[in-house]
């Protein structure tokens, strides 16, 4: 599971699509997902991040991560090709 | 070192251009607390869901009202509508700010006059009064309005049988300008209906006709209509006198008052486009004072308001169960308020604001109930603050009818505390239980069995 190379994200969570030219705001959580993403972390190691960083459990966060993770797939921010690969 | 609060990772599209069907955001702070007492000690004292009445806001509105009638018309009753919310507590909080009782049903008749509410302070309205509730009624000294000729006849018997002479009103349906007309209640004023009534009572003579009511519709957004039916009672009014040298005591303007809650379909919420009091009292007042009454013959103004004095004093609490999506992606959140339980949801675009703090970020969300039926939408569309599984909410504006036309269906009727004005909950309504609803079955000896 990685971010499409030229998707760009702000620290303030702006993301920006350059191949549709569309634009999409991200909270603070999704841009450290986004950005765990884009260095290649598999999910185990995305889980462990956040479960120490924030006040959530396992489960929540993983129901959470996958919702997630659906919808950047739905705004096709995410390069599947590298995926098959992998 | 602590943590971070959780919030699900949330991504939304940017749009510019027309609002989207879920309109903008519109809370921006959480409701914490209520008159002084946390959400989450409310919840965790009485359970969730829980609906809260803050007695401040209903001697608030009260006073409101009767500012707003009082500085314009010298002589003005309000009688509570039994109907909006008769949890005895509540009711007694109206009759302590001077509230007469306006009842529709032996049922209510009966619960008023067990809260010690004089007989003659008891307004009758409605359709169905046996035999048995008029002749109380009627023993009491109670205010009684004729809904329909088979009524006046019965009480014209019963005045003979019981030696006494009712104190009676017509109740009189009208066009005022608005749709749909009312007319499925009392004598059309239009058609002559209601002067035949109020002739067949004056020369019977064994009632005494001393009032004139009226009550054109629900949740009524033109205050005109209003100064259109006082025109109306009044005309009649004055007509008596002419015709009999006979002096009508009261004009009851009745209900319908709109509250602060917006309606579905509406495109600005009710707190900015509905009318406040002072704009029926002045639509009202106006009409009463104009007509030809003599100063010192004006009639009583009794207005019979339920809604607008209770709604806004009425919250409901509830959880949030699940988050998940609908098979087009939408957020779909489910509560344990389920429109069994707010059956105003029906009506209404509820206000809702989370009951923990949250930040800028929101989804468009659809809200549903706990009940295993397609109907259970709280609401359809609403832009919402993220909410996790547990998180608590608020529901504003669910003070009227919600706590008198809910139903034990699939789940039980849940506690109601009120909140005194020392910001101190009191438990006014314990939530059902298996015991209480099975405690009105009974089973065939040759359907039980031994476990």
Redesign the interface.
């Known amino acids: 599971m990685k971010l499409r190379k030229n998707v760009a994200v702000s620290e303030a969570g702006l993301l920006f699509n350059p191949v549709t030219g569309e634009s999409y705001s991200v909270n603070p959580i999704g841009v450290e997902i986004i950005n765990l993403l884009r260095e290649e972390k598999s999910p185990e190691d995305i889980s462990k991040f956040i479960l120490g960083k924030f006040a959530t459990d396992k489960a929540t966060f993983e129901k959470d991560y996958h919702d997630f993770i659906g919808i950047l797939e739905h705004h096709n921010l995410l390069d599947s090709h590298e995926e098959t690969k992998a | 070192m602590?943590?971070?609060?959780?919030?699900?990772?949330?991504?939304?599209?940017?749009e510019t251009g027309m609002p989207n069907k879920f309109g903008t955001r519109t809370e921006y702070e959480p409701m914490t607390h209520i008159d002084g007492v946390a959400v989450k000690d409310l919840i965790k004292e009485f359970g969730s869901p829980l609906f809260v009445i803050s007695e401040k806001t209903i001697r608030d509105t009260v006073k409101k009202a009767k500012k707003a009638f009082g500085t314009r018309y010298p002589k003005v009753q309000f009688a509570w509508s039994y109907k909006t919310n008769y949890l005895n507590a509540i009711c007694n909080i109206f009759h302590q700010e001077d509230s007469w009782a306006e009842v529709v049903s032996g049922f209510e008749y009966d619960k008023a006059i067990n809260l010690g509410v004089d007989g003659r302070k008891i307004i009758f309205n409605g359709p169905d009064k046996s035999e048995q509730d008029l002749t109380k009624a009627i023993t009491n000294d109670s205010l009684i309005h004729i809904d329909h000729l088979d009524e006046l006849y019965s009480i014209r018997e019963l005045a003979d049988k019981l030696k006494k002479r009712p104190r009676v009103a017509i109740r009189v349906n009208m066009d005022t300008g608005v749709y749909p007309m009312w007319d499925r209640f009392g004598f059309n004023y239009e058609n002559g209906q209601a002067w035949d009534a109020i002739n067949k009572i004056m020369h019977s003579e064994k009632m005494e006709l001393v009032g004139l009511h009226c009550h054109i519709g629900t949740f009524m957004l033109s205050p005109f209509a209003y100064g259109t039916a006082a025109s109306k009672l009044s005309e009649l009014a004055l007509a008596v006198e002419q015709k009999f040298k006979h002096e009508i005591k009261y004009i009851d303007m009745g209900g319908g008052f709109a509250s602060k809650n917006t309606l579905k379909g509406s495109y600005l919420p009710g707190t900015d486009t509905n009318p406040t009091f002072d704009d029926f009292a002045e639509a009202i007042s106006t009409v009463l004072l104009n007509s030809n009454f003599k100063k010192d013959k004006l009639p009583l103004l009794i207005l019979e308001t339920g809604r607008a004095l209770v709604d806004e004093a009425g919250y409901l609490l509830g959880s949030v169960i699940s988050?998940k999506?609908s098979s087009t992606?939408r957020r779909n959140t489910i509560i344990d308020v389920g429109v069994n339980i707010l059956f105003t949801s029906f009506w209404y675009d509820h206000k809702i604001t989370p009951a923990q703090p949250f930040?800028h970020?929101s989804e468009d969300t659809c809200l549903y109930g706990p009940l295993c039926m397609n109907i259970d939408v709280i609401r359809e569309s609403a832009n919402l603050p993220?909410l996790?599984?547990g998180d608590h909410i608020v529901i504003h504006n669910v003070g009227a009818y919600n706590m008198t036309q809910w139903m034990q269906f699939i789940t039980l009727r849940p506690n109601v505390v009120l909140i005194d004005l020392d910001e101190k909950p009191h438990l006014i309504r314990i939530k059902e239980s298996l015991e209480n609803m099975n405690s009105m079955e009974r089973v065939p000896s040759h359907l039980t069995f031994d476990r």
């Open positions: 602590s943590k971070t609060r959780y919030e699900r990772p949330v991504i939304k599209k940017l988050n999506r992606g930040t970020y993220l996790n599984m």
